[in-house]
């Protein structure tokens, strides 16, 4: 029966990263329902083996065997849990506080509570950073500057350096990367790269 627990633990690294699969409940209660028989024969064999000491030597191999199953099917639940916890955390860093409605819908409620818990811890860590939002730029800029195209009529945008910059429609400029970010996402910019 070990297999099941073993099912459970790959059931998450098999499937694709940028999905959650629902908390597989059936498999869950198998392997639970495992490790309370178990339990319980441990427990029989225990229980005898107070009243029978002649038998202690006997039943001390299958207590323990059982015990190592029990451990087992334990390491696989947590490792299924976690993975899917790392997963919702990771979701967490690629699309922000909001997650969309596809992975929403695989969200257990307790997976929700932790969700909301994380979003306010790390929340409050920026905000500690003096409003350092960590969830950008999460790989290394290889400059800090881009050439960026103006796709709207924006108007004046004054650098951090105290440079004015007209951004007209067509427009093309080489322009620090963390003042370029918040207009690229908001459709105003967008990023030329090496050799358009």
Request: with cysteine; charged share 25%.
């Amino acid at each position: 029966k070990a297999v099941v627990s073993t099912q459970s633990t790959g059931e998450e690294h098999r499937s694709p990263t940028e999905q959650l699969q629902p908390l597989n409940e059936d498999l869950i209660r198998q392997v639970l329902a495992e490790m309370n028989a178990l339990c319980e024969a441990n427990k029989a064999d225990i229980d005898t083996m107070r009243t029978d000491e002649e038998n202690d030597k006997k039943m001390l191999p299958g207590i323990l065997l059982r015990h190592s199953a029990l451990e087992h099917n334990r390491r696989c639940i947590l490792a299924y849990l976690k993975a899917r916890l790392d997963r919702i955390t990771r979701f967490r860093w690629d699309h922000g506080a909001v997650l969309p409605e596809e992975i929403q819908a695989n969200i257990q409620e307790h997976e929700r509570q932790w969700f909301s818990k994380y979003n306010k811890t790390l929340a409050n860590y920026m905000s500690s950073l003096h409003g350092l939002d960590l969830t950008q730029n999460t790989v290394p800029p290889k400059s800090l500057k881009i050439q960026v195209r103006c796709l709207q009529e924006y108007g004046e945008l004054e650098t951090e350096s105290g440079e004015i910059v007209m951004l007209t429609l067509n427009s093309e400029h080489y322009l620090p990367l963390a003042e370029c970010e918040p207009l690229i996402r908001q459709g105003v910019l967008q990023h030329m790269a090496a050799g358009s």
